[in-house]
Antibody, heavy 121, light 111 residues
Framework: VQVDQSGAEVKRPGTTVKISCKIS????????IHWVRHAPGKGLHWMGL????????RYAEKVQARLTITADMSVDTVYMEVNSLRSEDTALYYC???????????????WGQGTLVTVSS | QSALTQPASVSGSPGQSLTISCTGT?????????VSWYQQHPGKAPKFIIY???NRPSGVSNRFSGSKSGNTASLTISGLRAEDEAIYFC???????????FGGGTKLTVL
């Protein structure tokens, strides 16, 4: 299974970033797709997940007001959009695929390389 | 700042066994079996190495083993090799927030 993320982004505060994550090598709907943030000098933080089969999403409470995760089964790709960007959103954003074993168990079987988002004026 | 507490670094010599701890609370590690571990080499994507506290995904070396006691999970690496030098981090589901939390990561150095 390969998890391929889009390239680095540089954004101004207050704008929106949308990054993508393409799954290949196995059936897209066999996975839950998660997003995890790693800010400089801080630990990992789970942001949310999407079930590509029905589009159901779950978001971390801290970011849910500014976060949208969607799945496009026609291209086996998940998108994460963060709006109203702040300098604190500067981080490496990982996409991670959890193989479906029933309900999500928040295990991350396969990870992408990460997408660096820099928010700076 | 991480929800789960790990030592910042550990070190060991080739061939030795080494254990990395991950301490949480009764709302996460102490409450669930949904504890996992990941290995990350510099510049690489993390690799899934332990789930359900003790289980190894297919293809992961049996030199890696997991355990839990109370609110603390542990990862043990036996027969330490140079290629084990990496950052290891833990995660657990937390009931109170209905989301997963992570440890800050432990840098393993093979001397």
């Amino acid at each position: 299974v390969q998890v391929d993320q889009s390239g680095a982004e540089v954004k101004r505060p207050g704008t929106t970033v949308k990054i993508s994550c393409k799954i290949s090598g196995d059936t897209f709907s066999d996975f839950f797709i998660h997003w995890v943030r790693h800010a400089p000098g801080k630990g990992l933080h789970w942001m949310g997940l999407v079930d590509p089969e029905d589009g159901e999403v779950r978001y971390a409470e801290k970011v849910q007001a500014r976060l949208t995760i969607t799945a496009d089964m026609s291209v086996d790709t998940v998108y994460m959009e963060v709006n109203s960007l702040r300098s604190e959103d500067t981080a490496l954003y990982y996409c991670a695929a959890e193989r479906r074993r029933g309900a999500p168990e928040y295990y991350f079987d396969f990870w992408g390389q990460g997408t660096l988002v820099t928010v700076s004026s | 700042q991480s929800a789960l507490t790990q030592p910042a670094s550990v070190s060991g010599s080739p061939g030795q066994s080494l254990t990395i701890s991950c301490t949480g609370t009764s709302s996460d590690i102490g409450d669930y079996i949904f504890v996992s571990w990941y290995q990350q080499h510099p510049g690489k994507a993390p690799k899934f190495i332990i789930y359900d506290v003790t289980n190894r995904p297919s293809g992961v070396s049996n030199r890696f083993s997991g355990s839990k006691s109370g609110n603390t999970a542990s990862l043990t690496i036996s027969g330490l090799r140079a290629e084990d030098e990496a950052i290891y981090f833990c995660s657990s589901y937390r009931r109170s927030t209905a989301q997963v939390v992570f440890g800050g990561g432990t840098k393993l150095t093979v001397l």
